[in-house]
């Protein structure tokens, strides 16, 4: 029996990793085998695109052709190496961004070509789409107030992304809801500007509806 997948998607600061965690759990304590996973990464070779892509590990600008390749390469990884094996064992699978980061980053803010996209995305992921994608949405002046907190301590700072202009990321967002017009029956707009466990109820309802 093949296992379900879910994508977490959205814009800075919206609270995807946190709210992959808290359905993570919440499966769990229906009896569902779940793995966690993230893009990119999720793999050594993903791991280590991470941090050329996030963290500018190579010391040099990527070219947004570069940039775009990288992540879907260590999309394939992640797909061969963890989802579609757990998926076939019958596992949920829950990951931090997947294929529509790529659309709403690297096409609709970049402006690269959204057809190109799709067929490169396509062959990333062997067809494989997720059966459900949690889009959490947040204003983008909300989202970076909420990393501004996060970086207070000084023991963490903006990424790549997160430097990029506000116009960038008010585009990002713009991106995310024509791809969920686009794709209305995977998609599921989630309210992010709520406390955390607001959010994770209105998560939890709509994958009690829609999968279970």
């Not at 998607?9 to 229906?30: D, H, R």
């Not at 970076?144 to 903006?158: A, D, M, P, V």
């Not at 990029?164 to 024509?178: M, P």
């Amino acid at each position: 029996m093949s296992g379900k997948f879910i994508t977490f998607e959205g814009p800075e600061g919206c609270g995807k990793s946190t709210q992959t965690k808290l359905l993570a759990e919440n499966l769990v304590a229906q009896g569902i085998k779940v793995a966690c996973t993230r893009e990119p990464g999720g793999t050594a070779t993903g791991e280590a695109i991470r941090n050329i892509l996030q963290h500018d590990a190579a010391g040099e600008p990527l070219a947004g052709r570069a940039e775009l390749l990288l992540f879907t390469a260590s999309r394939a990884q992640l797909m061969d190496q963890e989802i579609l094996p757990a998926l076939e064992h019958g596992d949920w699978v829950l990951c931090d961004r997947f294929i529509d980061s790529t659309m709403a980053y690297q096409g609709f803010a970049r402006g690269m070509d959204i057809e190109i996209l799709d067929r490169i995305n396509d062959f990333s992921i062997n067809s494989r789409k997720p059966d459900l994608t949690l889009l959490l949405d947040l204003d983008v002046e909300s989202g970076f107030q909420r990393l501004e907190r996060r970086y207070s301590n000084g023991e963490e700072t903006f990424d790549r992304f997160e430097r990029e202009a506000r116009d960038f990321h008010f585009r990002v967002r713009d991106g995310y809801h024509k791809l969920a017009k686009r794709e209305p029956n995977r998609f599921r707009i989630i309210e992010a500007d709520q406390a955390i466990d607001e959010v994770a109820c209105s998560v939890w309802n709509t994958v009690k509806e829609v999968l279970l």
